[in-house]
């Protein structure tokens, strides 16, 4: 769980595009994992905040995700936050 008041203002569509098929995970011991995307959720919150969910699929546990780990959009092999 974490906050990116830059999403907050976005339209929903915009941000699944941003997120796209991949998503690359940076964990706390700084490694950085590469998943698809299987689908998001994207939930609108009663303070006006967005709840996103990403799911990786059946065959990702969630012991493999740490916490305090940061999602990163996957592009070209580029990082953007």
Not at 8 to 36: A, C, H, N, R, Y
Not at 41 to 60: R, T
């Amino acid at each position: 769980m974490g906050a990116n008041e830059e999403l907050d203002e976005l339209l929903p569509s915009i941000i699944k595009e941003m997120i796209g098929d991949q998503i690359i995970i940076k964990k706390t011991d700084g490694e950085e994992q590469v998943f698809g995307v299987v689908s998001t959720q994207i939930n609108h919150s009663i303070a006006g905040k967005k709840n996103i969910g990403i799911c990786l699929g059946k065959e990702i546990s969630p012991d493999v995700i740490s916490a305090g780990s940061i999602v990163y959009c996957y592009s070209s092999g580029q990082i953007d936050q």
